[in-house]
Protein backbone atom coordinates (compact mmCIF):
# COMPACT_ATOMS: atom_id res chain seq x y z
CA UNK A 1 0.00 0.00 0.00
CA UNK A 2 2.70 2.55 1.04
CA UNK A 3 4.23 2.05 -2.58
CA UNK A 4 1.03 2.98 -4.07
CA UNK A 5 0.78 5.73 -2.36
CA UNK A 6 4.30 7.04 -3.46
CA UNK A 7 3.18 6.75 -6.82
CA UNK A 8 0.39 8.31 -6.72
CA UNK A 9 2.10 11.15 -4.92
CA UNK A 10 4.78 10.69 -7.59
CA UNK A 11 2.61 11.35 -10.40
CA UNK A 12 0.32 13.91 -8.94
CA UNK A 13 3.34 15.95 -8.67
CA UNK A 14 4.29 15.46 -12.52
CA UNK A 15 0.54 16.82 -13.14
CA UNK A 16 1.19 19.80 -11.24
CA UNK A 17 4.30 20.81 -12.73
CA UNK A 18 3.19 20.03 -16.55
CA UNK A 19 0.13 21.92 -15.39
CA UNK A 20 2.07 24.91 -14.16
CA UNK A 21 4.44 24.96 -17.06
CA UNK A 22 1.74 25.29 -20.17
CA UNK A 23 0.59 27.87 -18.32
CA UNK A 24 3.67 29.80 -18.33
CA UNK A 25 4.28 28.40 -22.21
CA UNK A 26 0.50 29.71 -22.93
CA UNK A 27 1.78 33.44 -21.67
CA UNK A 28 -0.46 33.22 -18.25
CA UNK A 29 2.19 34.74 -15.63
CA UNK A 30 -1.22 34.41 -13.40
CA UNK A 31 -2.72 31.07 -12.33
CA UNK A 32 -5.23 33.30 -11.01
CA UNK A 33 -5.66 35.13 -14.51
CA UNK A 34 -5.90 31.46 -16.22
CA UNK A 35 -8.55 30.35 -13.87
CA UNK A 36 -10.83 33.26 -13.88
CA UNK A 37 -10.39 33.56 -17.90
CA UNK A 38 -11.05 29.23 -18.54
CA UNK A 39 -14.26 29.53 -15.88
CA UNK A 40 -12.22 26.99 -13.37
CA UNK A 41 -11.86 28.25 -9.52
CA UNK A 42 -8.96 29.85 -8.59
CA UNK A 43 -8.21 28.04 -5.66
CA UNK A 44 -8.68 24.59 -6.86
CA UNK A 45 -6.63 25.58 -9.95
CA UNK A 46 -3.71 26.48 -7.92
CA UNK A 47 -4.14 23.18 -5.72
CA UNK A 48 -3.87 21.37 -8.83
CA UNK A 49 -0.35 23.32 -9.91
CA UNK A 50 0.98 22.07 -6.38
CA UNK A 51 0.18 18.73 -7.23
CA UNK A 52 -2.99 17.95 -5.36
CA UNK A 53 -5.34 15.32 -6.72
CA UNK A 54 -8.02 16.27 -9.20
CA UNK A 55 -10.43 14.38 -10.89
CA UNK A 56 -10.31 13.00 -14.46
CA UNK A 57 -13.25 15.27 -15.52
CA UNK A 58 -10.99 18.79 -14.33
CA UNK A 59 -8.05 17.47 -15.86
CA UNK A 60 -9.90 17.00 -19.18
CA UNK A 61 -11.08 20.61 -18.72
CA UNK A 62 -7.77 21.97 -18.18
CA UNK A 63 -6.15 20.45 -20.53
CA UNK A 64 -9.25 21.88 -23.21
CA UNK A 65 -8.42 25.15 -21.33
CA UNK A 66 -4.91 24.92 -23.09
CA UNK A 67 -6.24 23.86 -26.26
CA UNK A 68 -3.80 21.03 -26.64
CA UNK A 69 -5.01 16.87 -26.91
CA UNK A 70 -4.42 14.46 -24.52
CA UNK A 71 -1.87 12.85 -26.14
CA UNK A 72 -0.11 16.68 -26.87
CA UNK A 73 -0.39 17.06 -23.22
CA UNK A 74 0.74 13.61 -21.41
CA UNK A 75 3.80 13.54 -24.46
CA UNK A 76 6.37 15.28 -22.22
CA UNK A 77 7.25 14.63 -18.53
CA UNK A 78 5.35 11.30 -18.00
CA UNK A 79 7.67 8.79 -19.82
Known amino acids: ?13 KLGKRIKEIRIAKGYSS ?18 EKGEDL ?10 AFGMTMNEFFADGFE
Open 31 to 48: YEYFAYEHNISRAQYGRY
Open 1 to 13: MEEKEFLKDEVLK
Open 55 to 64: RFSTLAKVIN
